[in-house]
């Protein structure tokens, strides 16, 4: 160790590989912490499933209950849902006649008001809500229903 | 004359000798200590490695992610009055890997917030949220004859 910091006799082609070698090190170390970063950081995807589960859950809600949607407290009370909790976490809910994107007129029932977004389709950033979209019959009216959710689980320290 | 020259040969040959396995050292010597610094550099990087492969070997944060969804959606699909029980075997394993001895701790609930925490390491926890205006109450863990289980009882909450 000693001569290869005193080495004068012009012998450094030697020890001139360590520099490749540590830049061969810093290359598998650099791909070992990217492979396991995208293998176990990410974690779990919940917001389609949420989405989803909302959806389907809403659905039976009305297909199974009348409600007036003149009033939203009504709606989340007999639906047994968190009116907080999903405004909140910025869960999108939007029931309209007809198809909610091209329709002109006033939604039937709205949580959040960024329901366009789910209208974008696959949209890869971690903050944009993954939706779910229900067309169905309700009292004799076609109706869609939108529902996006782009909670994911927090990591506190 | 002749035995002379003869011990002065054979005293030569020795010194070439000598010198030659001198030299002989020196190059095993210089080998290693070329290659020491090769050495000491591979068993850092393994090390650092093997250290960070095994931080991560029990997934601690995908874990704490899976139960604490998985207790959100059984709180979203029970009823007021339900008792809910959870096999939670993985749970209190990975916990007492990760050095938390009492199991008893490792599910919080905020029912203010509505949220579930779980934690399966020291000083950090993952929190998902249930949407149903339920409270929860008695959250305990329990080591049954099937293993651990976690058991809480759906309350009706207020609407915060």
């Known amino acids: 160790m000693i001569c290869f910091f005193k080495n004068r ?11 490749y070698f540590i830049v061969l090190f810093v290359i598998i170390g650099l791909g070992l912490f990217w492979g396991t970063y995208s293998f176990f950081g990410n974690g779990y995807d919940l917001r389609e499933i949420q989405s989803k589960w909302l959806s389907d859950d809403i659905q039976k809600c009305l297909l ?3 409600l007036d949607f003149t ?14 909790i999903l405004n909140e976490n910025g869960f999108i809910i939007r029931l309209c006649k007809g198809n909610c994107y091209i329709s002109k007129e006033e939604p039937l029932f709205s949580v959040n008001s960024n329901y366009q977004l789910c209208g974008f389709g696959e949209l890869t950033s971690k903050n944009s809500p ?20 782009k909670i994911s689980p927090k990591r506190l320290d | 004359m002749m035995e002379i020259k003869s011990i002065n040969n054979k005293m030569k040959f020795s010194k070439i000798s000598n010198i030659h396995s001198r030299r002989m050292d020196k190059k095993g010597e210089s080998y290693l200590e070329t290659n020491l ?7 850092i990087f393994m090390i650092t490695g093997m250290a960070f492969l095994y931080k991560y070997q029990n997934n601690v944060y995908f874990w704490e992610q899976y139960y604490s969804y998985t207790i959100a959606k059984s709180v979203n699909n029970a009823q007021v009055g339900d008792r809910v029980e959870l096999i939670f075997n993985k749970a209190v394993e990975l916990a007492r890997k990760e050095g938390i001895a009492d199991y008893k701790n490792i599910v919080s609930v905020d029912n203010v917030k509505k949220e579930i925490g779980v934690s399966l390491q020291k ?24 293993g651990y289980v976690l058991k809480f009882s759906v309350i009706s909450g207020g609407v915060k």
């Open chain 1, 9 to 19: 006799r012009g012998q450094l082609g030697d020890q001139i590989s360590v520099i």
């Open chain 1, 64 to 66: 199974s209950n009348s």
């Open chain 1, 71 to 84: 009033n939203k407290k009504e709606f989340f009370k007999v639906c047994n849902l968190n009116e907080n």
């Open chain 1, 130 to 149: 993954k939706c779910s979209e229900k067309n169905f019959t309700l009292k004799n009216q076609e109706v869609h229903l939108i529902v996006g959710s």
């Open chain 2, 37 to 43: 610094i090769y050495i000491i550099l591979f068993i």
């Open chain 2, 123 to 146: 000083g950090k926890k993952t929190v998902y949220p249930f949407l149903r205006n339920y409270n929860i109450d008695n959250v305990i863990v329990e080591e049954e004859i099937k």
